[in-house]
């Protein structure tokens, strides 16, 4: 199994990507071999080469046995201006400057626009239903989701869910008609709305109960 490595704890060295005609009209072994000196070089983009001269270079490198092929290389570098040899010790040429150069906030943007795109890319996470794939917004729609579910729960005494839109209760129909009023023409119940009713008492007109309360 590949080692791990803890990326925040590694030093790294920038690359620049910019193709000048210079650099185009490098050798493919000058330019490897410059990738592979600022690999090696310390945080002033220096490597010491002892008594060796310029042919430590393929010792520090690992690869003595390349120097041949190395040696036209490293005077390619040499003669473009990319290093210097010095006193058995080779000097990248502004290290310092282009490792510790900082960026604009239009370059920040784009590099942190990229970063977050290639982690999406990146990602094992997939939205199978969006056709794009897009992670971020399978995440907001998850959160959304967990929100609502949050926001409509029951209470522990059995009260309506909280935020949940309950109807209000309505009165019956039927309470809501004026009680009969007693007329005394007719003896009979009336509501409001003119609408008969049969009466509670005993039955016949109101002249039959008189007359029958004389004769008793």
Same mark, same amino acid.
């Given at each position: 199994?590949?080692l791990?490595?803890?990326w925040p +704890?590694?030093?790294?060295?920038?690359v620049? *990507?910019r +193709?000048t005609p210079?650099?185009? =009209?490098?050798?493919?072994?000058?330019k490897?071999l410059?990738v592979l000196?600022?690999h090696?070089a310390?945080r002033? !983009?220096r490597?010491?080469?002892?008594?060796l !001269?310029r042919?430590?270079?393929?010792?520090?490198?690992?690869?003595?046995?390349?120097w041949?092929r190395f040696?036209?290389?490293?005077?390619?570098l040499?003669?473009?201006g990319?290093?210097?040899?010095?006193?058995?010790?080779?000097a990248?040429a502004?290290f310092?400057?282009?490792?510790?150069?900082v960026?604009s906030?239009?370059?920040?943007q784009?590099?942190?626009? =990229?970063? *977050?795109?290639?982690?999406?890319?990146?990602?094992?996470?997939r939205?199978?239903a969006?056709?794009s794939?897009?992670?971020?917004? $399978?995440?907001?729609d998850?959160?959304?989701q967990?929100? $609502?579910?949050r926001?409509?729960?029951? !209470?522990?005494?059995?009260?309506?869910?909280?935020g949940?839109?309950v109807?209000s209760?309505q009165?019956?129909?039927?309470?809501?008609? +004026?009680?009969?009023v007693? $007329?005394a023409? $007719? !003896?009979? *119940?009336?509501?409001k709305?003119?609408?008969?009713?049969t009466p509670?008492?005993?039955?016949?007109?109101?002249?039959?109960?008189?007359?029958?309360?004389?004769e008793?």
């Amino acid at each position: 199994m590949a080692l791990r490595l803890h990326w925040p +704890d590694e030093r790294y060295v920038r690359v620049y *990507q910019r +193709d000048t005609p210079d650099w185009l =009209a490098l050798s493919f072994d000058a330019k490897a071999l410059y990738v592979l000196i600022l690999h090696k070089a310390d945080r002033r !983009g220096r490597i010491a080469l002892g008594r060796l !001269g310029r042919k430590g270079v393929a010792v520090v490198l690992g690869h003595v046995d390349l120097w041949p092929r190395f040696e036209p290389a490293l005077a390619d570098l040499e003669a473009d201006g990319c290093i210097r040899v010095e006193g058995g010790v080779l000097a990248v040429a502004e290290f310092v400057e282009a490792q510790e150069a900082v960026s604009s906030g239009k370059a920040r943007q784009a590099k942190l626009r =990229a970063a *977050q795109k290639a982690r999406d890319e990146a990602s094992p996470e997939r939205d199978e239903a969006s056709p794009s794939g897009d992670v971020s917004s $399978t995440k907001r729609d998850a959160r959304v989701q967990h929100s $609502t579910v949050r926001t409509v729960q029951h !209470g522990t005494d059995g009260t309506d869910p909280v935020g949940a839109s309950v109807p209000s209760k309505q009165k019956d129909p039927s309470s809501l008609v +004026d009680p009969p009023v007693l $007329t005394a023409r $007719t !003896g009979s *119940q009336e509501s409001k709305e003119g609408k008969k009713q049969t009466p509670r008492g005993p039955k016949g007109t109101l002249a039959d109960i008189v007359r029958g309360a004389k004769e008793g």
